[in-house]
């Protein structure tokens, strides 16, 4: 069974960090490219951060850059979202992604709340 479960949420200060992870279970988490989305009230999901396989290259949005870093621990099947600087506009549910061609699998969401 297909798990991807996130935590580390929450309400924060702006100008705060959170660190989000999401351990993940039944499927080959090497093979996966890992990604971050979010999504705000009333938005659409945007991309945020993703992070490739072996090499682990990574991207970012142009909202996070310079802010939050993403990275993978694979002996724990394990992805990271370090944010710093946080703002008020990066408030949303932030969701876990992984995938393979044309397989994708997702975690349920946890919310942050940058809130003074």
């Known amino acids: 069974q297909v798990q991807l479960v996130e935590s580390g949420g929450g309400l924060v200060q702006p100008g705060g960090s959170l660190r989000l992870s999401c351990a993940t279970s039944?499927?080959?988490?090497?093979?996966?490219?890992m990604r971050w989305y979010r999504q705000a009230p009333g938005k659409e999901r945007e991309l945020v951060a993703g992070?490739?396989?072996?090499?682990?290259?990574?991207t970012y949005a142009d909202f996070v850059k310079g802010r939050f870093t993403i990275s993978r621990d694979n002996a724990k099947s394990t992805v990271y979202l370090q944010m710093n600087r946080l703002e008020p506009e990066d408030t949303a549910v932030y969701y876990c992604?992984?995938?393979?061609?044309?397989?994708?699998?997702w975690g349920q969401g946890i919310q942050v709340t940058v809130s003074s």
């Open positions: 992070i490739g396989t072996i090499s682990g290259s990574t």
């Open positions: 992604n992984a995938v393979r061609t044309l397989v994708r699998h």
């Open positions: 039944g499927f080959t988490f090497s093979s996966y490219a």
